[in-house]
């Protein structure tokens, strides 16, 4: 039998879809850190990493 454990974080609310949405009172904490890394060329959880897409697209058998 496999069992399956869903942690709910501790910083803010998980909605039913599965998405995780900051406590609004620390949302500009959160929102200062991403445009932070995302000035210092860094990944911002929860946005598009463009070079991970182009990357998941390619075949992993060229040529196949």
């Known amino acids: 039998m496999t069992t399956t454990m869903r942690l709910t974080p501790v910083i803010g609310?998980?909605?039913?879809s599965g998405e995780t949405v900051p406590r609004a009172e620390l949302e500009p904490i959160f929102t200062?850190?991403?445009r932070r890394w995302e000035t210092d060329g860094r990944l911002v959880p929860g946005r598009a990493d463009e070079e991970w897409t182009i990357l998941a697209r390619r075949s992993p058998w060229p040529g196949r």
């Open 13 to 16: 609310v998980q909605r039913s």
């Open 32 to 34: 200062e850190l991403a």
